[in-house]
């Protein structure tokens, strides 16, 4: 038989040698009963007897009930004499046989001889006045292990920061040491899980529910003979009830944990070990955040674990697992107990180790070369192929930073950009353009409203015709205030920009009306085409182009054909220009046209000049995080 536990570190079957041989149908497994041994250097007093206290309700306090099961009950209760809180655990009176209470007794006697800072320890042993046994334990305090990992493993915020990996991890190795402690007094727990570990807030660690555990190497009985007083039967060997010895084949512990030997019933061959593999389930649960036998019920985990359980974790969970723990659930887990880690001790000192920040460096190495194939058989030319192969080679860099060929194709994803832009980013992209049109329609605003100061003085000009003055005054105030409701609302779609470029499109063309399409409209529309140009896609820029130049062209063609006004006389080699809207006194008039001929010159270099801030500012902040991320990579592997 095999002596691997597993076909392979990075494999995932952890195989079963050979085909179990049970002593019962799985299907009876939810009636199963546990019946423990006890013997070695923890002792039970062989004459020893439990007296009925009277004084029980003068002395506790009931308070509150802690938590109940099918068998008896943990209530909590205040100790007037010592004036503390207790826990005080009973047995049920519909539980109370002489099998139960011979259990009962057994669990509080092997647990209060261990007196360690992680087992809780029993102060007392005896009756209630009406005849029901119980014993008093000190009350802790803190979440279950089972609660912390199931809070964790839905994603709770606090959870997860309050319980991260290296404080469970820690918590772990204590649970650990407690159990070697245990072993080292001839007592195994065979029922280890994480609802049996209880994490306190100061720190505290608990190894809970001692009711299963069984002494190794003790006489057939203890207490062979002597008289039987009170309710209570007298101590006997904790490996028989009432005279019957633990039968090869009995089953107990709990099917997901317990090991495959357990499993079998072989009572005769358990040892330290067998709580190993339980502490190995645990530590693959601390670190998947899932059991490693899930299973729907009983005899599905209980198949898992005697005939081999496929490991078939996702990548997106499994990826951050560091590889010395990886091999160490999977050694402890071991089908068969000769390939199996030895103590649990050596479980927490690999455990501490890895804390300590040592580490398999060639183990490392190996498997970051396999994420960089992974990664090299990736395509990287679509947004999903370059995502998994970007995670691919984080995670061969997280185990192994100098690992070169990782770094040299780091290094060319950084730098050779795929031409499909993934949905995430062209997102962002699509945010920026939004803001650029929002800051777009802001300085329209402004740009129309200083156009609008310009009214005055063409109406100081004396007005000619008011029908045209209305038209072109309404226009300009129409498009300004529908930029400022663009910039305030933040309506940018294409649709509504384009409504807008129409809108100043016909503002610039009712310019005609007082110089004539050839003077002041051609700059007008110029400077509206570069600002909307500056802000618009590929896609939107011919239509900029057609507004502005239709700006020009549908006033000429409307005085070509005599269906407006005749802006411009020829005779004898000179050009008159008539408006048909305002009179042109000399001094106004130059005023006028050097006003806007200075602000034509003006506001298209200032569109450019910030349209080249931004470039230049977006180019300096590519090449820096050019340059930082160069840094990560060493110079050998640049080249």
Avoid at 110 to 120: D, F, S, T, Y
Avoid at 550 to 575: C, E, K, Q, R
Wanted: hydrophobic share 45%; aromatic share 6%.
């Amino acid at each position: 038989m095999s002596k691997d536990p597993t076909t392979s570190l990075a494999g995932d079957t952890l195989p079963l040698a050979q085909p179990a041989r049970m002593k019962q149908e799985l299907g009876d497994l939810a009636t199963m009963v546990a019946t423990p041994s006890v013997g070695g250097p923890v002792s039970i007093e062989t004459d020893a007897r439990l007296a009925a206290d009277a004084r029980f309700v003068e002395r506790y306090e009931h308070r509150s009930l802690l938590g109940e099961g099918g068998m008896g009950a943990v209530d909590l209760f205040r100790d007037r004499a010592i004036g503390r809180e207790v826990a005080i655990k009973r047995i049920k009176a519909s539980a109370a046989s002489p099998v139960a209470l011979g259990r009962f007794v057994r669990e509080a006697r092997v647990q209060g001889q261990l007196e360690h800072p992680a087992i809780v320890p029993v102060h007392d042993l005896a009756e209630t006045p009406d005849g029901a046994a119980f014993f008093t334990m000190k009350r802790v305090r803190g979440a279950s292990l089972d609660e912390i990992l199931d809070r964790v493993a839905r994603g709770e915020d606090d959870a997860a920061q309050r319980y991260g990996r290296r404080k469970l991890l820690t918590a772990f190795a204590t649970v650990c040491l407690a159990i070697d402690f245990a072993h080292a007094r001839g007592v195994l727990h065979r029922d280890l899980k994480p609802a049996n570990v209880m994490l306190g807030d100061f720190g505290e660690v608990y190894v809970l529910d001692w009711g299963l555990a069984k002494l190794l190497g003790a006489p057939e009985t203890l207490a062979s003979a002597g008289e039987r007083g009170g309710s209570l039967p007298p101590i006997v060997d904790v490996g028989s009830v009432d005279g019957q010895k633990t039968q090869v084949g009995a089953l107990m512990g709990t099917p997901g944990y317990m090991s495959p030997e357990q499993c079998r019933g072989e009572v005769d061959q358990l040892d330290a070990r067998s709580d190993v593999y339980a502490l190995g389930c645990i530590l693959f649960e601390i670190l998947h955040l899932e059991a490693l036998h899930p299973g729907r019920g009983i005899a599905e985990r209980m198949a898992s674990t005697l005939t081999g359980i496929t490991y078939d974790m996702s990548r997106e969970r499994s990826a951050d697992v560091p590889p010395e723990l990886d091999r160490l659930w999977r050694e402890a887990v071991a089908l068969e107990t000769s390939a199996r880690i030895g103590s649990a001790r050596e479980l927490a000192e690999r455990v501490e180790r890895y804390l300590d920040g040592e580490r398999d460096e060639a183990r490392r190495r190996e498997l970051a070369s396999s994420h960089v194939e992974k990664a090299s058989a990736m395509d990287t030319r679509t947004p999903k192929g370059r995502a998994e192969a970007m995670r691919e080679l984080g995670r061969a860099l997280a185990l192994d930073p100098s690992h070169e060929a990782a770094l040299r194709a780091l290094a060319r994803a950084l730098t050779d950009l795929p031409d499909e832009v993934p949905p995430e980013a062209q997102s962002a992209i699509d945010r920026a353009r939004t803001e650029r049109r929002v800051q777009m329609a802001r300085t329209s605003a402004v740009r129309l409203g200083t156009w609008i100061l310009v009214i005055p003085a063409v109406v100081a000009f004396g007005v000619i015709s008011w029908a045209r003055g209305a038209s072109l005054i309404a226009s300009l105030l129409f498009t300004a205030l529908m930029a400022l409701f663009t910039w305030r609302t933040r309506s940018v779609s294409d649709q509504w920009t384009l409504a807008l470029l129409a809108s100043s499109t016909v503002a610039i063309g009712l310019v005609s009306f007082v110089f004539g399409p050839f003077v002041l409209v051609p700059s007008l529309a110029a400077t509206n085409a570069i600002f909307f140009a500056m802000n618009s896609d590929r896609a939107m820029r011919r239509f900029v182009v057609a507004a502005s130049v239709s700006a020009v062209i549908v006033p000429f063609l409307l005085s070509l054909t005599g269906l407006d006004a005749s802006y411009y006389a020829f005779a004898d080699g000179a050009m008159t220009i008539t408006s048909p809207m305002v009179a042109f006194p000399p001094v106004l008039v130059m005023g006028l046209l050097l006003t806007v001929s200075i602000a034509l010159v003006v506001t298209p270099t200032l569109l450019a000049g910030r349209m080249r801030d931004e470039l230049a500012r977006a180019e300096e902040r590519v090449l820096l995080q050019a340059h930082y991320l160069a840094q990560l990579v060493p110079e050998a592997a640049r080249r």
